[in-house]
């Protein structure tokens, strides 16, 4: 749960970018095998909206790895607030490579940048209350690590990674395990350490069964204002308490005054609008 700003493993921005272009390119850029070999050109990145800028280290490994010695300045900091009509970053070298990694580096700098500034939308809308703004595993398939910076980059908490890093008690698993109550115990005996353990309750009344079992951590599932406030009461501050389920901009902020720890939010990263970028290009002379 939670991460400083850092970029995923270079590792694993090189192989998405690579994927990126592999699909894009193919066999070759066709169109850019028009323009002359030795023709140069230096392009500007503007942004056509107000947004939170990220994605700069998949911006730049797409045209490291189309290659062509490409100089890439940026007139701006990942995370910095950008307004419309602002140039963010300017790029220079061979037209074909310019060409070739344009719209793969835009994809990435557009998606990022949307995860990122919606995410930033959610944590002003609750400014000023103890609840932070967590994200869930409805990430685009081959980004989550980078949708997951792209939260960090806005200002929000990661939940878990994956299936791997923690354990979510939810209805299907209390059924196939013997109830709440069983599968909450067996967790807190079976999770490695950093393994958090969370159980999922969409009643008061199983909430009052997670807390005698001991869950240190309990999400509650489409309850209304009035039973999450009785939920805050009713735990005393003996569990952490995240709010998931149909949360929106126009309801974040009530629920964050309810007084619960954290509010997940899946339209951070399934829901998004990519943010408009556009690169126009000069030849150099």
């Known amino acids: 749960m939670g991460a ?3 970029p995923p493993p270079v590792a694993n921005i090189t192989e998405q970018v690579r994927a990126a272009l592999e699909e894009d390119v193919g066999s070759g850029d066709r169109t850019a095998a028009l323009m002359p070999e030795a023709l140069y050109a230096h392009a500007t990145v503007t942004v056509r909206e107000a947004a939170i800028l990220c994605g700069q280290a998949w911006f ?8 062509g010695s490409v100089k890439i300045e940026w007139h701006t900091g990942e995370g910095a607030q950008v307004q419309p009509d602002q140039t963010v970053v300017t790029v220079h070298g061979p ?3 310019l060409l070739t990694a344009e719209r793969t580096a835009l994809n990435f700098l557009q998606t990022l ?6 995410t930033h939308r959610f944590v002003q809308a609750v400014a000023g209350c103890r ?9 685009l398939p081959g980004l989550r690590l980078a949708e997951k910076y792209a939260v960090r980059v806005g200002g929000g908490t990661n939940h878990r990674m994956g299936l791997y890093d923690g354990i979510l008690i939810k209805e299907n698993h209390i059924v196939t395990t013997g109830g709440l109550a069983a599968a909450v115990e067996k967790a807190l005996v079976t999770a490695p350490s950093g393994v958090f353990v ?5 009643t008061l009344l199983e909430l009052k069964e997670a807390l005698a079992a001991g869950a240190p951590m309990i999400l509650l599932d489409n309850m209304t204002l009035a039973q999450q406030h009785q939920a805050v009461g009713m735990t005393g501050g003996r569990a952490i308490l995240e709010v998931s389920g149909g949360v929106t901009l126009d309801t974040v902020r009530a629920i964050a005054e309810t007084g619960v720890d954290r509010i997940s939010v899946g339209s951070l990263t399934k829901d998004i609008k990519a943010v408009d970028f556009s690169m126009i290009f000069q030849i150099d002379e």
């Open 4 to 6: 400083p700003n850092n």
């Open 95 to 97: 037209a074909r490579s």
């Open 60 to 67: 730049e490994a797409a045209f490291e790895q189309v290659g």
């Open 113 to 118: 940048s949307a995860v990122a500034t919606q």
């Open 198 to 202: 969370q159980v999922e309750v969409e």
């Open 131 to 139: 609840a932070q703004i967590v994200d869930t595993r409805k990430t």
